[in-house]
């Protein structure tokens, strides 16, 4: 089954405590992304990546960091958690074809993040 | 810089209504237009994909159409059923980049 996955579902925390949230794709997809979603704010990308160690940032990348040593694999890091990252946090993939039909992007089903 | 508004921003309709969602962008530079549904404590679930040189696209009772000249698009859904609960976003992903800008989202409701 094609799918994204993320790890953890849910992650209690404290301030300062470094953090990965994982996330995998089984759908040799070019391109992966980071998103956060806040009430009120929608949906706001973090970082994204166009091919392994291709990575740029989205509108909001500060605080984040990424990497893309495989394909399949794309983890988000919060060196240092600060409460105001408390969020919900999706990643995505899509082939990364402008143009196709296959651009569209697919979600895992989310990480939500307290950072007390 | 790139905004989408998505109005109304919640919808109540009696159920075998037709309905459109309303998506605007504020930068007609922009590759395609998807449109996601979500379910409480879900993930966003792809429902059309419209690239920039297209004018609509259709799935079942889903009909999404672009108009860039003026920056927006609307999801056309036909006969709504209960089971059409749920808040629906548009995203913009801008020429020249793989950035994607997202509306906030109308969450709809169909009442049985």
């Known amino acids: 089954e094609a799918q994204v996955t993320q790890n953890p579902r849910y992650l209690i925390t404290v301030t300062g405590k470094k953090l990965t949230v994982t996330c995998s794709q089984n759908?040799?997809?070019?391109?992966m992304s980071w998103y956060r979603q806040d009430p009120g704010l929608g949906l706001r990308q973090i970082y994204y990546?166009?091919?392994?160690?291709?990575?740029d940032k989205g509108d909001v990348p500060e605080g984040y960091k990424v990497s893309r040593k495989e394909k399949r694999n794309f983890p988000l890091i919060l060196e240092s958690p600060s409460p105001n990252q408390t969020s919900l946090y999706f990643c995505?993939?899509?082939?990364?074809?402008?143009?196709?039909?296959?651009?569209?992007?697919?979600f895992g089903p989310g990480t939500r993040l307290t950072v007390l | 810089k790139q905004e989408v508004t998505q109005i109304p921003a919640a919808l109540s309709v009696p159920e075998g209504e037709n309905l459109v969602l309303n998506c605007s962008f504020t930068?007609?530079?922009?590759?395609?237009l998807q449109w996601f549904r979500q379910d409480p404590g879900k993930g966003l679930t792809s429902l059309l994909l419209?690239?920039?040189?297209?004018r609509e696209q259709t799935s079942g009772r889903l009909n999404a159409s672009l108009d860039k000249s003026s920056g927006r698009s609307t999801l056309y859904i036909a006969a709504s059923q209960p089971g059409d609960s749920a808040t629906y976003l548009c995203?913009?992903?801008?020429?020249?980049?793989?950035?994607?800008?997202f509306g906030t989202g109308t969450r709809l409701k169909v009442l049985a």
């Open positions: 995505a993939s899509s082939s990364g074809v402008r143009g196709s039909s296959t651009d569209t992007q697919y």
């Open positions: 759908m040799n997809h070019e391109y």
């Open positions: 990546s166009m091919n392994v160690e291709v990575t």
């Open positions: 930068d007609s530079a922009i590759y395609n």
């Open positions: 419209i690239q920039s040189s297209q």
């Open positions: 995203a913009v992903s801008r020429s020249g980049t793989y950035k994607y800008i």
